[in-house]
């Protein structure tokens, strides 16, 4: 199959598997291709959750387009980063319009493309898969059958040890040991499907309201699926950043000397990237930049009790951090995903959200030193040379319909400005 077209050159593919491993063949062309190409900056990009490979191509390639007109005279390579990461094919292509009739048309049941998804992303699982999508078309009133859907739901996306992924699970010590599995499957799964219902539907939270009308679980039954599926893919993003990108970037410093790298990761891309730095081996200083374009892990991530803490350390410059209040995704779905802690099954809104609050949403939190300005000031004026840096991005990352919002609204040339800015590349 031929390469997708690639709005920039010189670029290069690297392709991981789900435990980290990377495909020799593109890791060679990339290795031997830098030295040759004179390349001194590169700007290694991650997709993240829901995507696939002709997805995320179009997305770096729409990302990076404008780029050489932005350093005309700058010697840029470019890299895609292709994890395994499925995509629910109900859901907008990561930046494109959400057309207003894919919006009315959010379904219970499992379309074809997406059980198929499901088969190619979890292997071994038809049996289960099957069922699931059975639950999920005929919608039984019994309890035990909702029931049945969890379990279902939690095998499917169990990992078996001693793989790598049951390490990758946490973003902070308050989430437990690594691989604790989230509060979404740890009560009765009507609860949680009900909890996923309300925020879908917007309806009031409060049992006393006049007009409070409880939801049907199976309403949110196919977000628990969602969420749970979106659980493992987290996992995958911390393997391959460790395992994968992180030990390759080593590589790339002993080969290439001089070469400066900036990271730079949408969604789960942004932990992906950010667990890289922990893979970097000891004394590597080659990574000058950090970006995270709506990045859907903890916002407490790089805190003292966070699993990255002091990771922002391992660049020779910024880690930005991109935000927005438009981005539905992380500020409704994230949270209720996330949260472990079962004595946090009150709260709502903005306490729901200070707790498991994702950097995409409000930010870097509860690391001293970091700095804030709007996007504007970000692009006017030089960025601080390290540290952690929140830029509020909402005056870009603005379009999308629901359930995400504005989370891969992210293709802007402002943003990769903000990049270029963040690497000192001119």
């Not at 006393?208 to 749970?228: C, I, M």
Request: charged share 20%; proline share 8%.
């Amino acid at each position: 199959m031929a390469d997708p077209v690639m709005s920039v050159t010189p670029y290069w593919e690297l392709t991981f598997d789900a435990d980290g491993d990377v495909d020799g063949g593109r890791r060679d062309r990339l290795l031997t291709g830098v030295g040759r190409s004179g390349v001194r900056d590169l700007i290694v990009f991650s997709h993240g959750w829901n995507s696939d490979r002709s997805g995320a191509t179009r997305l770096y390639s729409r990302f990076f387009a404008p780029i050489p007109a932005l350093a005309p005279a700058a010697r840029i390579g470019y890299v895609g980063v292709v994890w395994p990461s499925m995509r629910f094919s109900d859901e907008p292509i990561p930046d494109l319009p959400r057309s207003a009739a894919a919006a009315a048309t959010r379904r219970p049941a499992l379309d074809a493309d997406t059980r198929h998804a499901l088969l190619e992303t979890f292997p071994g699982r038809a049996t289960v898969v099957d069922r699931i999508a059975r639950l999920l078309e005929q919608r039984p009133p019994e309890e035990a059958e909702l029931e049945e859907f969890g379990r279902l739901v939690r095998l499917l996306v169990d990992v078996v040890p001693p793989g790598p992924q049951a390490l990758f699970g946490a973003d902070t010590l308050a989430e437990g040991v690594p691989q604790d599995d989230p509060e979404m499957f740890a009560g009765p799964t009507a609860v949680t499907c009900e909890e996923f219902a309300r925020a879908l539907s917007g309806l009031d939270s409060a049992p006393g309201a006049a007009e409070f009308t409880p939801p049907n679980p199976w309403d949110g039954a196919h977000e628990l699926l969602r969420q749970a599926t979106y659980y493992a893919m987290k996992r995958r993003a911390g393997t391959v950043g460790e395992r994968g990108l992180g030990p390759l970037v080593g590589r790339l410093a002993a080969v290439a000397p001089g070469l400066r790298v900036h990271l730079v990761g949408h969604s789960f891309g942004g932990r992906l990237v950010s667990f890289a730095l922990r893979g970097l081996p000891d004394g590597v200083r080659t990574v000058k930049s950090v970006t995270l374009l709506q990045g859907a892990f903890s916002h407490h991530a790089f805190a003292p009790r966070g699993v990255l803490h002091g990771q922002q350390n391992r660049i020779d410059g910024p880690l930005v951090c991109c935000y927005s209040r438009f981005d539905q995704a992380l500020s409704t779905m994230y949270p209720l995903a996330s949260r472990m802690a079962g004595d946090d099954r009150g709260l709502v809104g903005e306490m729901l959200s200070a707790r498991w609050g994702a950097l995409g949403h409000d930010g870097v939190q509860s690391v001293p030193g970091t700095r804030a300005c709007a996007l504007a000031d970000a692009l006017s004026g030089p960025l601080p040379e390290s540290g952690c840096v929140n830029v509020d991005a909402a005056a870009v990352v603005r379009r999308g319909g629901a359930p995400a919002g504005a989370h891969s609204d992210i293709a802007h040339p402002e943003l990769a400005r903000l990049v270029l800015a963040a690497g000192r590349i001119r």
